[in-house]
């Protein structure tokens, strides 16, 4: 099956850092990923729309220069947290799009979710 | 703004009885409608997932209805087992749109 992976999977660093999580699409084509944030026992929040080749889509509330998101090939999605702060600290996923199945009605096309990484702000 | 409810927000059986869980969601122009599971500290895995023509769905134990004209959709799990232990997500996808709307979940314990 379609295998999405994401890096690294826990992070710890210090206020003021910058923190990148990779998001690969192993065995299967994405123009389009996603990136999401939990809190404890809430539910996913879409942050963003990633698109191949072109500038990322943000849901309202997220700070584009805050999360700077990259997908510079088909297999390929980053998310950059600056200047991260303790209130960054959350669980982020990410999915992918899989081209190949679900026929032409692109909305049939499942997403496919990595395992999240979890990262801590000191 | 599609809402997604998942009552109750936890749950508790002992092994072998069935489980029911509920998810709600306010706007029933979906697409389709998806159940994942998600164990502690890691990501989604994708159970079954309703086209909103169809009004149920079935995976060995696993068994997932949709009402779209009353916003609603229950999971089924039958003869729960202790493996069963996890949060059970579900998640609308809005009409020509790839967007996922999640519910918070329900978290499920089964007692050995």
């Known amino acids: 099956g379609a295998v999405v992976s994401q890096h690294p999977s826990w992070v710890i660093c210090k206020s003021g850092t910058s923190v990148k999580i990779e998001c690969r699409s192993l065995?299967?084509?994405?123009?389009?990923m996603f990136w999401y944030r939990q809190f404890p026992k809430q539910s996913l929040m879409l942050m963003a729309t990633?698109?191949?080749?072109?500038?990322?889509?943000?849901e309202q509330g997220v700070e584009k220069d805050k999360f700077l998101i990259n997908h510079a090939s088909l297999t390929l999605s980053t998310l950059t947290v600056t200047s991260a702060h303790p209130e960054d600290s959350s669980f982020y996923i990410c999915?992918?799009?899989?081209?190949?199945?679900?026929?032409?009605?692109?909305?049939?096309?499942?997403?496919?979710f990595g395992d999240g990484t979890r990262l801590s702000i000191l | 703004k599609q809402e997604v409810t998942q009552i109750p927000a936890a749950l508790s059986v002992p092994e072998g009885e069935n489980l029911v869980l509920n998810c709600s969601f306010t706007?029933?122009?979906?697409?389709?409608l998806q159940w994942f599971r998600q164990d502690p500290g890691k990501g989604l895995t994708s159970l079954l997932l309703?086209?909103?023509?169809?009004r149920e769905q079935t995976s060995g134990r696993l068994n997932a209805s949709l009402d779209k004209s009353s916003g609603r959709s229950t999971l089924y799990i039958a003869a729960s087992q202790p493996g069963d232990s996890a949060t059970y997500l579900c998640?609308?996808?809005?009409?020509?749109?790839?967007?996922?709307?999640f519910g918070a979940g329900t978290t499920v314990t089964v007692r050995a």
């Open positions: 999915s992918a799009r899989d081209l190949s199945t679900g026929g032409k009605r692109y909305s049939n096309q499942p997403q496919h």
């Open positions: 065995d299967f084509q994405a123009t389009t």
């Open positions: 990633s698109n191949e080749g072109s500038k990322a889509t943000y």
């Open positions: 706007d029933s122009a979906i697409y389709n």
């Open positions: 309703i086209q909103s023509s169809q």
């Open positions: 998640a609308a996808r809005r009409s020509n749109d790839y967007k996922l709307s």
